[in-house]
């Protein structure tokens, strides 16, 4: 019951980075912008928030300046795709390469610095712990509990708002949208931004307010889960809620099994969540464009072409 309620205790902290990054690729993705950066996006949103954090600032601060780091990153995106109309796919690695250049560089003297992080619910109500469900909530943190309200009101956006409908016209058929009146490149530039902002926002917490400190390489691949996970979810909010739950568990799984001395294959049973991931591509390749893709995802819109 403890090895239980304690892997359920950490399940939302490892879910809620990659569902925060998931999110963000699928605004990008739902404007027609296929966006492989999220790797390098999270790593110099995570940075961004130590180095924010040990120069004083409080780690709220530190979350909103490891989102706005990401987000100039994602600028650079967005002018070489939607602005200059770079290919998306070497667009996006370049991306990860700059990013992770870049924490390399400028992270190095922030290494192994530990730092106080956002306070848990236990901390900031004084949650019971005595009881199974005291200590769960204990643990959390204001985000993963905004986290469902997050997808709900997204979800809303994308599937019910004029403006969400106008974001997905854009990435089905600009040519229709541009008829409309749509103004292809803001769309797309401001869907790559926002993409940015919550990349940036999901590295940050990893650093904040789940490890409490700045270690190079931890996105540990994180970044190409989400980019996984956006396929599973079939580019829908709602959706991408419960594949992070499942890639979040297989994650959590690890440090409970350590926590209690198990004897298992700990190298074979990290691999889980590669494992899921890499299923999941071929699934999807299997399944084709009925998996739910944008229609126009990664091409480049000409104004003058006839589509």
Known sequence: MDFLVGWIAIIPSYTTPLLLASLGLIICERSGVLNLGAEGMMAVG????????????????????????????????????????ADHTLAGLSIVAIGLGITGVLGRPYVQKTFPGIASLGDLFGIDRSTALGRILAVQDPITLAMPVVVALLWWWLMKSRSGLRLRAVGENPAAADVAGIDIQMTQLGAVLASGLLCGLAGAYLSIATSHVWVEGMIAARGWVAVALVIFARWNPARALVGALLFGSADALVPRLQAIGADFPVYLTMTMPYLLTLAVLVLSSIAGRASGEPSFLGRIYLRQDKH
Not at 61 to 68: D, I, K, Q, T
């Open 46 to 85: 995570a940075m961004t928030g130590a180095m924010t954090v040990l120069s004083g600032g409080n780690p709220w601060l530190a979350l909103a300046a490891g989102a706005a780091a990401a987000a100039t990153l994602s600028l650079l995106f967005g002018i070489a795709t939607v602005m200059n109309r």
